[in-house]
Nanobody
Framework: HVQLVESGGGSVEAGGSLKLSCVAS?????????MAWFRQAPGKEREGVAA???????TYADSVKGRFIISKDNAKNTLGLQMNSLKAEDTGMYYC????????????????WSQGTQVTVS
């Protein structure tokens, strides 16, 4: 049984920072999976934020390049997302996702999902 449990959301003023964490359990380790962060604002489609491959290669949405950093700690089976210089348009529900195949920022391909955590930037 695969589980992705995330934490770290909250409210912050524009220009501030937040860090999200996602702990994976119940199956293969993060070292052998592709993982990503997605977000969804009310009334909008889910969108990819950042992805990281099993080899550590990263991909970012243009809207977050230079502000967000995705990382993996394979020893702790943990995925992280450091979010800096936050803007109001970063507001939404954030999810981490994992899969054995590389789907990049395409959310429909991912099999495993976290419960989501709210990020609000005002």
């Amino acid at each position: 049984h695969v589980q992705l449990v995330e934490s770290g959301g909250g409210s912050v003023e524009a220009g501030g920072s937040l860090k999200l964490s996602c702990v994976a359990s119940g199956y293969t380790t993060t070292s052998r999976t592709y993982m990503a962060w997605f977000r969804q604002a009310p009334g909008k489609e889910r969108e990819g934020v950042a992805a990281i491959g099993s080899n550590g290669r990263t991909t970012y949405a243009d809207s977050v390049k230079g502000r967000f950093i995705i990382s993996k700690d394979n020893a702790k089976n943990t995925l992280g997302l450091q979010m800096n210089s936050l803007k109001a348009e970063d507001t939404g529900m954030y999810y981490c996702a994992a899969d054995e195949l590389n789907h990049g920022l395409a959310w429909r391909g991912y099999t495993y999902w976290s419960q989501g955590t709210q990020v609000t930037v005002s």
